[in-house]
């Protein structure tokens, strides 16, 4: 049972051109979330998406990001007209639906992928 | 909004020694988790440890185990007999324990280096 896959794993753009950062959950999961990770930083979450569905938003910056969880395929993050201060590891971590994380069920089922290192030059 | 605080950005520690990282937060919230997570520089986050705030029992994983102050909003990670392969970022992280609240809030990491 393979892990959640993220890919690329190194991506450089340069300044306003777009980024696409994929993640493929889990098996079995059907949530995804997105966290980003500057450097010599701790992660902060962004977006969190089940299928077809953003469910929480509130750490997208307002303009030039996206994500999308479409019923087929992998979540996509999409950064428009990248610049220097987008360079940062994206990460992406899936779990069941929250039923299955209920207080009285395991958290393990919170899994994180390896990250996507965007680098804007 | 929850914060969480890590205000050691780096420890070290001799190989087979004990070192204990520190981490507060703050939340209005009585009920929910805590965790550690270690980031080796292979950047994969891995969970090391989890505590429910509703236990009093400070949880314990081998050789790492935390001190769970509730009054104070501490929450330390104690490493025993480390390890090189202990060497790494380690990040406190904080969630709500309420159905749908899925979001993680971390701290800012303490990087641990492991002298043999």
């Known amino acids: 049972n393979a892990g959640v896959m993220q890919n690329p794993r190194h991506l450089v753009r340069r300044r306003g051109q777009e980024a696409r950062l994929r993640c493929s959950p889990m098996?079995?999961?059907?949530?995804v979330y997105w966290y980003r990770q500057l450097p010599e930083e701790g992660l902060k979450f962004m977006v969190y998406?089940?299928?077809?569905?953003?469910?929480?938003e509130s750490g997208m910056p307002k303009e030039r990001f996206s994500a999308e969880f479409p019923k087929e395929g992998p979540s996509i993050l999409r950064i428009q007209q990248v610049v220097r201060g987008d360079s940062a590891a994206y990460f992406c971590?899936?779990?069941?639906?929250?039923?299955?994380?209920?207080?009285?069920?395991?958290?393990?089922?919170?899994?994180f992928g390896s990250g996507t290192r965007l680098t804007v030059v | 909004a929850q914060t969480v605080t890590q205000s050691q950005p780096e420890m070290s520690v001799q190989e087979a020694e004990t070192v204990t990282l520190s981490c507060t937060y703050d939340t209005s919230e009585s009920d929910y988790y805590l965790f550690w997570y270690k980031q080796p520089p292979s950047r994969q986050m891995i969970l090391v440890i989890r505590q429910e705030a509703y236990k009093q029992q400070n949880a314990t994983e081998n050789r790492f185990s935390v001190n769970f102050q509730k009054a104070a909003k501490s929450f330390s990670l104690k490493i025993s007999d480390s390890q090189l392969g202990d060497a790494a970022m380690y990040f406190c992280?904080?969630?709500?324990?309420?159905?749908?609240?899925?979001?993680?809030?971390f701290g800012q990491g303490t990087r641990l280096t492991i002298n043999p």
């Open positions: 971590a899936s779990s069941p639906p929250p039923f299955l994380l209920a207080p009285w069920t395991s958290f393990y089922g919170y899994t």
């Open positions: 992280a904080y969630r709500r324990r309420v159905q749908g609240a899925q979001k993680l809030v």
């Open positions: 098996k079995g999961h059907s949530h």
């Open positions: 998406l089940q299928k077809e569905n953003i469910i929480d």
